[in-house]
């Protein structure tokens, strides 16, 4: 169906993070200052923990850009893991771990733990705890870095804010504009990741009340897409449909329990008359615009035109310092669960991971429609749909 795809593999205190990104095609230009900035803000915000102090990523690119540009064959990203060294023998390839095993000997509630340990009959869940863990979206981010280069070619830009820390939410008629985004998005110093700064501080005080508790916190992000034309996606079959898709994509982003589209959540509760978008036509533009964005860019599975709008809900991390009551993988005694070194809150990261997110799936439902084994031939292809939109 799609001929872009990506994969990643690695452990999280393994040797390095891998994506493999096939699909794209050639004549792409790399910027690898975005790349690097996109890599930095996924290891940013208040609440993150000791890791992303020993952690510097960086994106080394092992085949598929030449000259810098991709070259029509898949793209080999690595991340190395600078804990890697505290981790080589617990973690070796070719030997046994022996005293250097550290097990996970009791599960921890929320996480992959147990489920894992019972699917693959592993003894205790440390292996199940290295693949699960959300280290593995530094790998999604560079894969991401690299289709929001693609959908910039296009005019399709990608970003995102926090709407929830907690309890302290922004407020709901709050305008969101882009140029606010886009400032958002090229601050040096991340806190929350919030456009308005007395939402920002009431969220930093739930992560503040978090952080002496002993306890965790989560919170909703949202991810915007501007300059999307109408027809991405279809309402032809169930799978290919681009709302599904995107759902399908950040639900699954660690710790994400729920997805909304627009205002998926609010309008269910409103009579239709409310619930949807009057559609009207710009005659000096030459397109069909909609009173409102309730659908979130989205109708009948595809883009309308409209500014796509997805939301991710996040639940609190679930490795506590304080940990919930678990049992022993060898004695099946009540025990605390594990703990791991974890953070307090991830949301303002999940939000950078959603963009990543969204981007690769937006990127593969603009070379299906537009196709195109070179970057001149998907703009020529993309040009020409534009017209032919501005015609109808």
Not at 314 to 319: E, F, H, N, V
Request: charged letters at 25%; hydrophobic letters at 45%.
């Amino acid at each position: 169906m799609s001929n872009l795809r990506f994969s990643t593999a690695g452990e999280s205190h393994g040797q390095a993070l891998l994506a493999l990104v096939s699909g794209l095609p050639a004549g792409l230009a790399l910027d690898a200052a975005l790349v690097e900035r996109e890599l930095w803000r996924r290891q940013q915000g208040f609440g993150r923990g000791g890791r992303m102090k020993i952690e510097h990523d960086r994106a080394e690119f092992l085949a598929g850009i030449r000259n810098g540009a991709t070259i029509g064959a898949p793209v080999a990203i690595q991340i190395a893991n600078h804990d890697w060294k505290n981790w080589q023998h617990t973690l070796a390839v070719d030997a046994p771990a022996g005293d250097a095993a550290r097990p996970v000997a009791s599960p921890r509630p929320g996480h992959a733990d147990l489920a894992g340990a019972i699917k693959f009959n592993f003894a205790e869940a440390r292996y199940v705890l290295e693949r699960a863990s959300a280290r593995e979206t530094a790998a999604r981010v560079a894969a991401g870095a690299l289709a929001k280069l693609l959908l910039r070619a296009l005019g399709i830009e990608v970003l995102s804010h926090v709407i929830a820390v907690g309890a302290a939410s922004l407020d709901p008629d709050f305008e969101v504009t882009w140029t606010a985004l886009r400032e958002l998005a090229a601050r040096d110093e991340i806190l929350l990741h919030c456009l308005d700064a007395a939402s920002e501080q009431r969220m930093k005080a739930e992560v503040d009340q978090a952080l002496r508790s002993g306890d965790t916190v989560g919170g909703v992000f949202e991810v915007r897409a501007a300059g999307l034309p109408p027809g991405l996606g279809t309402c032809a079959n169930w799978d290919e449909r681009l709302d599904g898709r995107l759902a399908q994509a950040v639900m699954s982003i660690q710790a994400v329990k729920g997805v909304a589209l627009g205002d998926g959540f609010e309008i269910a509760a409103l009579p239709g008359s409310r619930a949807q978008d009057p559609i009207a036509y710009d005659r000096a533009a030459r397109r069909f615009t909609r009173q409102g964005n309730h659908a979130g860019g989205l109708e009948g599975g595809m883009s309308n035109g409209e500014a796509l709008v997805v939301r991710g809900f996040l639940k609190p991390i679930s490795t506590l310092r304080r940990p919930l009551a678990s049992v022993d993988f060898a004695t099946r005694e009540p025990v605390k669960a594990a703990y791991e070194r974890s953070d307090v809150c991830v949301v303002p990261a999940a939000a950078v991971v959603g963009e990543a997110m969204v981007a690769l799936v937006l990127a593969q439902a603009a070379l299906e429609k537009f196709g195109g084994d070179s970057m001149l031939e998907l703009e020529r292809n993309y040009n020409a749909y534009k017209e032919q939109v501005r015609a109808f």
